[in-house]
């Protein structure tokens, strides 16, 4: 079946499927309906379509990727990403904007033209969104989605999922407070509905994040900067004038 050529609603289906296995949502037709914003009768004609070309296997209501599927998926989400790459590190275009522009790059980007980019990128593991690129390895990053932490932890935000990438207004709002991946801030409050109060570093301005958003934000535990303490802790150690006297 066809890898090689230019099929847009195909790869759009199998990337959705990806993205959906890779955010840990159980993948049946209602979630591809929401996420491609396409009818139901839509996406029940392509699934079937799909079906029929190798592409996907239905279990009950589930749909998994054939390994044809996940092959096709994989490599049009590695283009996807290294297209955000190039377009943030390279072009300058704004964090928030490099997914839609993205979506147009990745399915004309040929296998050989991603190889360069990879290597003109210096091999980048993931997106500007901290999804991490296929075929550069296991993603060896323990993440918990912000969600889970607790008031006084402090965390740094590593990975923003691919249902907030379509969302111009969350990005705005996280490119906003300045709460990028990279980012790390201190959970300074939550509230009894589970919104989060987080104090972003080192700016120390607050922001609220809703419960909903704080699933989609993938964070790393921050250890409280003792990189930053190591040398105030040092600083006594300038014993070395009274070394120097001596
Ligand atoms: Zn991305």
């Not at 990745?106 to 075929?135: F, K, M």
């Not at 006084?152 to 990005?171: K, M, N």
Request: charged letters at 20%; glycine letters at 8%; aromatic letters at 2%.
């Amino acid at each position: 079946m066809p890898g090689d050529g230019f099929h847009p609603p195909i790869e759009e289906y199998l990337e959705a499927v990806h993205e959906l296995e890779e955010e840990g949502t159980p993948v049946i037709q209602a979630r591809l309906v929401e996420r491609l914003d396409h009818s139901a009768p839509a996406v029940s004609e392509m699934v079937r379509r799909l079906r029929d070309a190798g592409y996907l296997e239905t279990a009950g209501r589930t749909l998994t990727l054939t390994d044809t599927g996940r092959c096709l998926a994989e490599s049009v989400v590695r283009k996807h990403r290294l297209a955000e790459r190039l377009l943030t590190d390279v072009i300058g275009l704004p964090w928030a904007n490099a997914h839609v522009e993205a979506c147009r790059w990745e399915h004309v980007i040929s296998d050989d033209v991603a190889g360069r980019l990879e290597v003109l990128l210096g091999h980048p593991t993931t997106c500007p969104h901290g999804n991490p690129i296929p075929g550069t390895g296991p993603d060896l990053r323990r993440l918990t989605p912000l969600s889970q932490a607790r008031p006084g932890e402090r965390v740094r935000l590593e990975r923003v999922t691919e249902q907030i990438e379509i969302d111009g207004e969350a990005l705005e709002y996280l490119s906003e407070h300045g709460w990028v991946p990279g980012a790390e801030a201190v959970v300074s409050s939550r509230a009894p509905d589970g919104t989060l109060t987080l104090t972003i570093e080192p700016a120390g301005r607050g922001m609220a994040v809703s419960p909903a958003l704080a699933q989609q934000l993938h964070v790393a535990s921050a250890v409280a900067a003792p990189t930053v303490a190591a040398p105030t802790v040092a600083a006594p150690t300038v014993a070395a004038p009274t070394v120097a006297t001596a």
